[in-house]
C-alpha cells in the first residue's frame, strides 16, 4: 500500500507514513470504513475483506504507517492494531505463552501488566517472576518471554536493550518491549534486539487524548500470525472511527514530542536543585542514574518527568497552584499533566508525581510550575 520513507526526518516520515499513492480526485488520507459485514463473492475467499473483527481497510493504513515507524531499519517489520494498549499485550502475552512457561516481567513496570499476570496468567499455570527494570538482563534463566518496559513507568528507569536481548536470546527466550513512553521516536526496539515492540498509542504517539489504541510491531512472521490470530478469537480490535484518528494525528507526532521534550529539558533543568522537589528523574539529565545508557540507545528522552513533593497534600496543592497543568492520568497528550500515582497503587510515595509535559509553550509551562511549587 505504501512506499517506506527512507533517508527523510522524523516529520516527514510521520506524515508519510502508511498512505499510499497519489489518487486523482481521492483524499489525501481515506476516511473510517463504518462496516461490519462486506459483500461477499461467489468466488468465495477472493474478498479482501469479510468481517470487520477480521480486517478493516483502515487497519491496513495504520498498521503500514506503525511498522514503518518501529522498523525503520528492520526488514520485515509487520504491525498488528488492537483496541488499546492493554489490549496489544494481553494479546501478545496469549499468543505466546502456555502452561509451564516462565514471564519475566518489570516490578516496577505498569501495574495493570503486573496484575494481569497474577490474576490471569498464574491461575493458568504461567509462571510470572518480576524483576526490577535495572536487573533485566540477570534473571532470565528457564524464560519463554521476557516483557520488557523502558523507560519503565512511572519510575522512568532504563535498561539496557542489547544486553537484554543478548541475555533472552542466550537462553531461548523472546525479548518483548513496552515502547510506549519512548515511541518509535524516541528508540526502535527492534533495532537494538528484541523480538517485539508493543505500546499504546493512546499516549503521545496519537497525541490528542481522544482515543484508546494498542498495537504490536515484529518482523517475525510467525509471531505477527500467531497476534494476528489472537485478536481475531478474542475480540481487540481497534474500532474504525479510532483507526482513522489515529492515523491522522501521526502526522504531527514529531513535532508534538519534540516540543514535549524540549519542554521536558526545560523543567527538568528549572527543577534540578529546588528545594521543594525531590527524586527527580528524567532519562536526558546528565546526572540521572540511567542517562548513559539511555544516551546509548534513544534518540529522544521523551516528555515524561518525576519527582517528588512532600505528601499528596502537595501535590494536590501543587495542581490546584497551577494554571497550566492538570491532574489527570494518562500521559502524552497536548496538554500539560500531573498524576499522583500512589492513588494507583504504584509502590511509590505518596508525593509521587509523574508529569506529562504538554504542547503548550516550553517557557509559559516551566514559569508556571515554579509559581505553583512556591
Known amino acids: 500500500m505504501t512506499t517506506p520513507q527512507t533517508g527523510y526526518g522524523d516529520s516527514t516520515?510521520?506524515?508519510?507514513?502508511?498512505?499510499?499513492?497519489?489518487?486523482?480526485?481521492?483524499p489525501f488520507l481515506p476516511g473510517p470504513v463504518m462496516a461490519a459485514p462486506y459483500h461477499l463473492s461467489p468466488d468465495e475467499g477472493s474478498e479482501p475483506h469479510f468481517y470487520a473483527r477480521a480486517s478493516n481497510p483502515g487497519w491496513e493504513?495504520?498498521?503500514?504507517?506503525?511498522?514503518?515507524?518501529?522498523?525503520?531499519?528492520?526488514?520485515?517489520?509487520?504491525?498488528?492494531?488492537?483496541?488499546?494498549?492493554?489490549?496489544?499485550?494481553?494479546?501478545?502475552?496469549r499468543a505466546v505463552l502456555r502452561s509451564g512457561d516462565v514471564l519475566v516481567l518489570p516490578s516496577d513496570g505498569y501495574y495493570q501488566v503486573r496484575a494481569y499476570a497474577a490474576e490471569r496468567l498464574a491461575s493458568w499455570g504461567v509462571v510470572v517472576r518480576e524483576v526490577p527494570t535495572p536487573r533485566m538482563a540477570d534473571e532470565l534463566d528457564g524464560a519463554r518471554l521476557v516483557l520488557a518496559e523502558t523507560p519503565s513507568n512511572p519510575g522512568l528507569d532504563v535498561v539496557d536493550l542489547r544486553a537484554v536481548?543478548?541475555?533472552?536470546?542466550?537462553?531461548?527466550?523472546?525479548?518483548?518491549?513496552?515502547?510506549?513512553?519512548?515511541?518509535p521516536l524516541g528508540q526502535l526496539p527492534l533495532g537494538l534486539g528484541a523480538d517485539v515492540v508493543v505500546a499504546s498509542g493512546t499516549k503521545a504517539l496519537s497525541g490528542h487524548s481522544d482515543l484508546l489504541m494498542g498495537y504490536v510491531a515484529?518482523?517475525?512472521?510467525?509471531?505477527?500470525?500467531?497476534?494476528?490470530?489472537?485478536?481475531?478469537?478474542?475480540?481487540?480490535?481497534?474500532?474504525?472511527?479510532?483507526?482513522?484518528?489515529?492515523?491522522?494525528?501521526?502526522?504531527?507526532?514529531?513535532?508534538?514530542?519534540?516540543?514535549?521534550?524540549?519542554?521536558?529539558?526545560?523543567?527538568?533543568?528549572?527543577?534540578?536543585?529546588?528545594?521543594?522537589?525531590?527524586?527527580?528523574?528524567?532519562?536526558?539529565?546528565?546526572?540521572?542514574?540511567s542517562h548513559a545508557v539511555a544516551a546509548a540507545?534513544?534518540?529522544?528522552?521523551?516528555?515524561?518527568?518525576?519527582?517528588?513533593?512532600?505528601?499528596?497534600e502537595a501535590v494536590h496543592a501543587f495542581v490546584a497552584a497551577s494554571s497550566l497543568v492538570s491532574a489527570a492520568t494518562s500521559f502524552g497528550?497536548?496538554?500539560?499533566?500531573?498524576?499522583?500515582?500512589?492513588?494507583?497503587?504504584?509502590?511509590?510515595?505518596?508525593?509521587?508525581?509523574?508529569?506529562?509535559?504538554?504542547?503548550?509553550?516550553?517557557?509559559?509551562?516551566?514559569?508556571?510550575?515554579?509559581?505553583?511549587?512556591?
Open 13 to 26: 516520515r510521520c506524515v508519510r507514513a502508511g498512505v499510499g499513492p497519489a489518487v486523482p480526485g481521492e
Open 61 to 93: 493504513g495504520l498498521e503500514a504507517a506503525l511498522a514503518e515507524l518501529e522498523g525503520d531499519g528492520t526488514p520485515g517489520t509487520q504491525a498488528t492494531v488492537t483496541g488499546a494498549g492493554m489490549a496489544a499485550i494481553t494479546v501478545l502475552l
Open 165 to 183: 536481548a543478548a541475555a533472552a536470546h542466550a537462553t531461548g527466550a523472546l525479548l518483548a518491549v513496552d515502547n510506549t513512553t519512548a515511541t
Open 218 to 289: 515484529t518482523a517475525d512472521p510467525e509471531l505477527h500470525a500467531a497476534v494476528g490470530r489472537e485478536r481475531l478469537l478474542s475480540g481487540s480490535v481497534l474500532g474504525p472511527f479510532e483507526t482513522w484518528l489515529a492515523h491522522r494525528s501521526l502526522g504531527s507526532a514529531a513535532l508534538r514530542i519534540d516540543r514535549q521534550c524540549a519542554t521536558a529539558a526545560a523543567l527538568v533543568e528549572a527543577l534540578d536543585g529546588h528545594p521543594g522537589v525531590h527524586g527527580l528523574r528524567w532519562p536526558g539529565l546528565s546526572s540521572d542514574p
Open 297 to 312: 540507545q534513544m534518540r529522544r528522552f521523551g516528555g515524561v518527568l518525576r519527582f517528588e513533593l512532600a505528601s499528596a
Open 333 to 374: 497528550g497536548l496538554h500539560t499533566t500531573a498524576d499522583r500515582r500512589a492513588r494507583w497503587g504504584d509502590a511509590v510515595p505518596p508525593g509521587f508525581v509523574r508529569l506529562s509535559c504538554g504542547i503548550e509553550d516550553t517557557a509559559d509551562v516551566v514559569r508556571d510550575v515554579l509559581a505553583a511549587l512556591g
